[in-house]
Structures are given as C-alpha cells and as structure tokens.
C-alpha cells in the first residue's frame, strides 16, 4: 500500500475533518476511491478514524476496514484506538475481536502502538483476566525495554482494575520513569483512594496511607527532575485533601500558579475539595468563582465542599445557578445535593430531587443514593421509614446501607431496628469494630450493661479490636495525632495541666458532661474523668498552648463527634474566644462564641 505524508496539504485532509455526518463522509469517501487515494496508508486512516467517531455503530468503519487487502498494523491500530472513543456497551469487546485478528495474520505483529488502547479498554474488574492475557502478549511480542506508554497504560490497567500492588510492583520494575509512568501510579494511589471513599468499606489500604505514599512518590518525583504537569498535580491535590493537609495544598495551588499550569477543571476540582476538605470554604469559593469554564464536575465539587460543610441552602442555591448555566446533573451531582439536604434536614427536598433523577433527568439511582435516602431519613429521626426504604431497594443494600441505618437506630434509641441492623452486618462485615461498637453503644446509654458485656465479649472471642478514635491538630503545618488519654506526646505534662484547666472553666460556665456517651459501668465521677481525656479534647488542649491566641484551630477527628465533646467544644471557643474547626467521618463544625455551624443537626 502506497503511503502519503501526514503533513502533506491535501485537501482531502481538510474534507475529512470537516465531515459531521455519515452521509458527507461517504461523499469524500467516494471521492478517494475515484483518485486513488484509498490505496495510501494515512488518508485511509483519516477516514477510518472520522467514521468509527461518526458512525454509532461503527459499521462504516469496518466495512471500509474489510474492503482493505493485507490491512497494515497501524490500520489496525487505529482502528482499534479509535473504535475505543465511542464510549459504547461494545467497545471492548469490538477492540478485543480486531486483536483476534491480527493474532490470525501470520504476517503482522502487534507492537508498542496496539496495546495501550487495549489495555484501557480492559481497565475494570470484568476484563480483569483479558487485561492479563494482553500482558502476557507484551512480554511474548515485544522486547525490552518496553515503550513509557506501553508500562503507563499497564500500570493504569490493573490499578482501575484494583490492582495496586502489581501496578506498584510493576512501576518500580522501570528504570528512570517518565512523566507519563510518574503520572499513572500517582493517578493509581489517587485512584484508589477513590475506590475506597466512595464504598466506605474495609480495604487492604486506608485511604490515609494511600494518601501519604502520594505525597511521597510526588517528592521522589520531583527529586529526579521530571517536571509535573496538570495530572501530577491533581493526585497531590487529591491526596492532600484526604488528608486535610492545608499547608502542603496551598505549596500545590501556588506551584499551579508559579509554574504556568493550567487551571483546568480537573485542578480546580481537585483545589476546590482540598480546601473545603481543609475547613476553608472560603478559599474553595474563590478558586469556583476564578474559574474561566465551569462545568459540572466543577460545580460537583463545589456542592459537596458546601454540604459537607453544613451549607445545604446554599448548596440548594449553586444547584440552581447551575441549571441556569444549562448544565445538566449526572449522577454525582444528584449525590451530593441529597447529602446536602441530608446534613441540615431538609428532607422533603431531598427526596424531591431522588424523585426527580429518572423523572427530569434521565439518571436511574445507584445503590449510593438509595444509600444517602436511608441517610436521609435516619437523621431526621424518620428511622422506621429509613427501614422501609432498605427493605425496598431493587439492589441488594450494602454494609455502608445498613451501618447508616444502625448509626441512625442508635442516635434516636430505636432499639428494635439497631439489632437488626447489625445481623445484617455481621453477615457483610463479621469483623468490623464499628458496627459492634454503634449497637454496644445504644445498649449503654439504655443502660443495659449486661448486653454491652456479651457484644464485648462477642468481638474478644472473634478476635476483634475496637478502632481507637483519633484526632489531628495542625500547628503551623505539623501533624500531630492523640488517641484518648494520650500521654505521649511530648509537651503532655502541660496539655494535662491545660485540660484541667478546661474542665475547671467549663464547669464554672454550668457544663455538665453528657454521661450516657460513657460506655462502661462506672461511677459518674469516673464518667466525667473519660470524657475529659477524649481526643479531641487533648488536640484542642495542644492547641491552645501552641498555636497563635488569633489563629483557628483545625482539627481531625476519625470518628463521629460525640454529643458532650460537641457541646464542651462550643463553650470552649467561647470561653477562650477561638474558632475551632473539627472535621470529623462525615462533616464539618464550625465552633465559634458558643455555637456550631451544625446547629446540633449532626
């Protein structure tokens, strides 16, 4: 087959790219069969290219492809890459039948340009074992040193596909990796850290690690000079937003700007959840409103930064800012409004936008927002109605389902319901501390000491460990952790003098310690004493001696805020006239002169 340059001017080159449907294309296509010019290799592709993108099904394009006599490698390849951006139900297995066909040319061999395509169109976990085969063709058809893009496309394939430690494996295997082989195991730590946000679920790594071996590997990155792009910088955003890391953020937002990078709406996202993730939703509003081109992806990272802040009305504002714009919802979207309603109780409004998913939108509801409906109901009180809706989702609930239903159980002392909650977790989760701990919960605060004694002894004999709750301050960009009744911090003979500090001032300002939160039989006195040393409440002591008397005080907390932590932390900012900002599983509080931003709606 004869060849003419891609540079070349011809104008059939011009008449391709403007074809915008199948019928004008075939027009041109005509026009190249009269001249000859179907016998060159590049126009071929040109055409093969705009009418696997034209054509829905793609029939054009073969028909063209099947016409060609001893189709070359790179016709093949093209075809094969360019079928891949239809984004149909088809397209793997479409890509997949056209390498079944090279495999049965004994005179072409696949090479660097056939796989990556392959693999991308391989990256979930149902062509999991389709995606290992093609890498046992890497190493069968291709000889070392292998392509960057071949070992990047590898490392995405099985890190999408849940792979990480064989994408990592197969990373450090590459001697002095490129941008793009730098940018894939970033993208694969963000990536599953993602995976694990959004289900929640117990995980070979917590989402903290992953976030951490981010911000290492970036270090390393740039300690071999390779220069970060966009990409590189929205897994560091990413990561550093996970880990409420506001310092580190603000170092990735100002190499951004420093560096010339494009704020693109990737970046922006990515800096619009850190700050937010950071408690400065202030800053999150000004990266939004600096944005050139606001897209949905944009305006989804903007909703939930409000929502999880406590904002739902304004959340429910910037939703109709952006049907204005004559942006359409996706599915996250729809996520993230519900959790706004969610977290301020706005519960006939929540469901009127679960309703409006397939009604105005199109968007069938997956089990995450089945999920965030129980939610809804269940903070509300509404916990028999939560109930109902689990027992009526088409899917089968999951263990974040049914650890919110038995969350909400335990809030509103709905007994009943909570027991039957965790049997079905036993059976998802049998060793998930927390799910024993929320009904353990609920029977100590009913006072019922003999059921707290048979869950404990339940979880001993199973082997299993309550999770230490936890809490993160940050002074002047350093992390520091406690963990109740933590004495190794360094400064902890003073942040013992400060809390009893705190509590002698709390009591002269008419606090009385919620006991019921305790959960052992013990006398009152004792009672009071535990909940002095919670961790939060040694994190803000800390805080209070280390950090500027006009600086906010942030911190992280791992597990939900319980209620006498929340109302001692209000009076605290009162009494020492400081904003403090906790971050805890599920949301923000903002405690300033004696009040939270949650309104005790939490």
Partial sequence: MNTLSPKSAHPIFKLIEQCKNIATLKQVHAQMITTGLIFHTYPLSRILISSSTIDATISYALSIFNHVTNPTIFLFNTLISSSLSRKKDDQTHFALALYNRILMQTTLIPNSYTYPSLFKACSSQPWLQHGRALHTHVLKFLEPPYDHFVQASLLNFYSKCGELGVSRFLFDQITGPDL??????????????????????????????????????????????????????????????????????????????????????????????????????????????????????????????????????????????????????????????????????????????????????GIEPKLEHYGTLVDLFGRAGRVKEAEEIVQTIPMKPNAVIWRSLLGAARIHGNLEVGESALKQLIQLEPKTSGNYVLLSNMYASLNRWDDVKHLRKLMKDQGIDKAPGSSIVDIDGAMHEFLIGDKTHPEAKWIYV??????????????????????????????????????????????????????????????????????????????????????????????RNGTCSCLDYW
């Fill in 180 to 361: 793009a082989s730098w940018n894939s195991i970033l993208a694969a730590y963000a990536h599953n850290y993602f995976v694990y946000y959004e289900s929640n679920l117990d995980s070979v790594y917590d989402s903290s690690s992953l976030s951490l071996e981010v911000l290492l590997l970036f270090r390393q990155m740039q300690k071999s000079l390779t220069c970060p792009n966009e990409v590189s910088l929205v897994a560091l955003i990413s990561a550093c937003a996970d880990l409420g890391a506001l310092s580190q953020g603000i170092w990735a937002h100002s190499y951004v700007l420093r560096n010339g990078l494009k704020l693109n709406r990737y970046v922006g996202a990515a800096l619009i959840a850190v700050y937010a993730n950071c408690g400065r939703l202030d800053f999150s509003r000004q990266v939004f409103d600096q944005l050139l081109e606001r897209d949905t992806y944009c305006y989804n990272a903007m909703i939930r930064g409000l929502a999880v802040h406590g904002l739902g009305l304004e959340a429910l504002e910037l939703f109709k800012k952006m049907d204005l714009e004559g942006l359409v919802p996706d599915d996250v979207t729809m996520l993230v409004i519900m959790c706004a309603c969610s977290n301020v109780g706005l519960v006939d409004q929540g469901c009127k936008f679960f309703e409006s998913m397939k009604e105005d939108y």
């Fill in 498 to 591: 400060k809390l009893d500090e705190m509590h002698r001032r709390l009591q002269e300002h008419g606090h009385k310690s919620g006991t019921r939160e305790v959960l052992f039989d013990i006398e009152e006195e004792e009672k009071e004493n535990a909940l002095t040393y919670h961790s939060e409440r040694l994190a803000i002591a800390y805080a209070l001696i280390a950090s500027d008397s006009g600086a906010p005080i942030r911190i992280i907390k791992n597990l939900r805020v319980c209620n006498d932590c929340h109302t001692a932390t209000k009076l605290i900012s009162r009494i020492y006239e400081r904003e403090i900002i906790v971050r805890d599983r599920s949301r923000f509080h903002h405690f």
